[in-house]
């Protein structure tokens, strides 16, 4: 079946900008995680849904970040007035069940640009 | 102090060599733990995943656990230059923590 979809692959915006992050899951999968990873780094947990509600979001760095999945399936991650610092590559997961038990499957990711 | 803690690297083996890779972890309540691999550039894909003590293996790759120590490991034995790459460790707790990995070079 098909994998995690992350739209776009890449994204390149001018500072101060607001841009959306889009994650289409596995079908099925009740779990989405948000992730940022920088260079020579691992994943940088943001956010877990589970179902419709953001079960943690104590990976969120400030209030400029935002993420939402109103019907249990896509996500979309909203930045606000970005800044440099928030270039990196945003990568979105599913996995089964959640709760930490079920490995996740990962998007190729997107790949934000702040100029 | 970090929740997950792996040592960056490089670490560079011969061919043919076994490759000790590990992680070490804060939260003992942690009840399932993962390794990933990354080849740069791309996405991280999931190796194995052990949630009991002791070891698991699966083909090459031999996971060990040892919750009392609070450490987890990935032996990849015959290491060729295809397993080159990053190696992730995550604990699965209601989110799921990755460490910083570690880069490995299997040299022909």
């Known amino acids: 079946g098909a994998g995690v979809s992350q739209t776009p692959s890449n994204k390149v915006t001018e500072k101060g900008k607001y841009v959306e992050l889009r994650c289409d899951p596995i079908s099925g999968h009740t779990a989405l995680y948000w992730y940022r990873q920088s260079l020579g780094q691992g994943p940088e947990f943001l956010i877990y849904?589970?179902?419709?509600?953001?079960?943690?979001d104590s990976g969120l760095p400030n209030d400029r970040f935002f993420a939402v999945r109103p019907e249990g399936s896509v996500s979309t991650l909203k930045i606000q007035r970005t800044e440099r610092g928030d270039s990196a590559v945003y990568l979105c997961?599913?996995?089964?069940?959640?709760?930490?038990?079920?490995?996740?499957?990962f998007g190729n990711g997107t790949r934000l640009t702040v100029t | 102090q970090k929740e997950v803690e792996q040592n960056s690297g490089p670490l560079s083996v011969p061919e043919g060599a076994i490759a000790s890779l590990n992680c070490t972890y804060s939260?003992?309540?942690?009840?399932?733990f993962f390794w990933y691999r990354q080849y740069s550039g791309k996405s991280p894909e999931l190796i194995m995943f052990?949630?009991?003590?002791g070891d698991k293996e699966d083909g090459r790759f031999t996971a060990q656990l040892n919750k009392a120590s609070q450490y987890v490991s990935l032996l990849i034995r015959d290491s060729q230059p295809s397993d080159s790459a990053t190696y992730l460790c995550a604990l699965g707790n209601n989110d799921m923590r990755f460490g910083a990995g570690t880069r490995l070079t299997v040299k022909p």
């Open positions: 939260d003992r309540g942690s009840q399932s």
């Open positions: 052990i949630y009991s003590n």
């Open positions: 849904f589970q179902g419709t509600g953001a079960a943690d």
């Open positions: 997961a599913s996995s089964r069940n959640g709760g930490g038990g079920s490995p996740l499957h």
